[in-house]
């Protein structure tokens, strides 16, 4: 099982954020991590953090994060659809895969933070499902995009006429996309249709229910179910021992994940790998050194 760190929060000690993100994630592909994502939002959400703390746009911040890493896989987790136009998008991350050498995944999603969306004016559509086949319908035409001397693509949604896109992505096909959500009858069918990876949160029985839904979808659409990796997001605080956990969570006043001691860490990632995860991506609240240090201690017990 691979290991993977995700960043909700801005709030570094250097007076300089951007000096605070990119210290962190040399220190993350140092320690031999696969993945590092950050949030694709214009403020902070209630669940990480305040709405007035710092926070940076997340595909500009990746492009210079791909200049001072070598190796680890980047992303964000996830792209809403209404934030940009979808050829527009496609664009971006094809730049960004040419500046990172290949290290790009599109992380991509319906959105659902509607007070974000009327503070910066995009267009929020109430119904999830059309959330949902709006996302399904600019992954098409992205891929068209990447994938295509000239893309033409007429939807619902979208549309792009002819239109080029050089040059084109360093992976091939294409950068994997990522689908990040868990909703049983579409979204996981979206990610059947269309996806290249899947992402939500749950318990290891949780997350083993969805990958069972996921497989039927697959076996719908005549997709092969192993062709789409396999990621569940771990929200997650660890201290070496019981004693020290009290203290950690009650300082930790908006978390609203795990409070884990090494050994309880050990138990709850076995469960995750036992449940066929392929890669756990770890959301670390606050950015908190000592969970990232003990994290990378305790992932080499899952190398394969």
């Known amino acids: 099982m691979k290991f993977g760190i995700h960043s909700p929060s801005f709030v570094y000690n250097e007076s300089n954020i951007f000096d605070g993100i990119k210290n962190k994630v040399i220190k993350i592909e140092q320690h031999g991590f696969d993945w590092f994502s950050v949030m694709d939002h214009m403020l902070q959400i209630p669940v990480h953090g305040l709405p007035e703390e710092p926070f940076m746009e997340s595909w500009t911040l990746l492009s210079a994060l791909a200049v001072v890493t070598d190796h680890i896989r980047l992303s964000t987790l996830v792209t809403s659809t209404s934030y940009r136009n979808p050829a527009l998008l496609a664009k971006m991350v094809t730049n960004l895969d040419l500046i990172s050498k290949g290290r790009i995944t599109l992380g991509i999603g319906a959105g659902w933070y509607e007070d974000e969306y009327k503070q910066y004016g995009f267009k929020f559509l109430p119904k999830p499902a059309e959330r949902i086949y709006r996302l399904e319908e600019a992954v098409r ?34 950068p994997p996309v990522l689908i990040g959500g868990a909703g049983e009858q579409l979204t996981l069918r979206t990610v059947a249709r269309v996806g290249n990876m899947c992402n939500f949160i749950g318990s290891p029985d949780e997350v083993k229910k969805k990958f069972e839904v996921l497989n039927q979808h697959c076996v719908n659409e005549r997709r092969d179910y192993n062709e789409i990796e396999r990621t569940v997001l771990c929200n997650i605080l660890i201290v070496k ?64």
Request: net charge positive; aromatic share 10%.
């Open 141 to 174: 035409l992205i891929k068209e995009m990447w994938t295509q001397e000239r893309a033409t693509f007429h939807g619902k949604y979208f549309h792009v006429e002819n239109a080029i896109l050089e040059p084109k992505p360093i992976q091939k096909p294409h």
């Open 241 to 304: 021992d019981e004693s020290a956990l009290k203290s950690k969570l009650e300082k930790a006043n908006l978390f609203k994940g795990r409070g884990l001691t090494v050994e309880s860490a050990k138990k709850l990632f076995a469960e995750y790998q036992s449940a066929s995860v392929q890669m756990l991506i770890c959301s670390i609240y606050q950015n908190d050194v000592e969970t990232l240090e003990l994290l990378a201690e305790i992932k080499e017990n899952f190398k394969k």
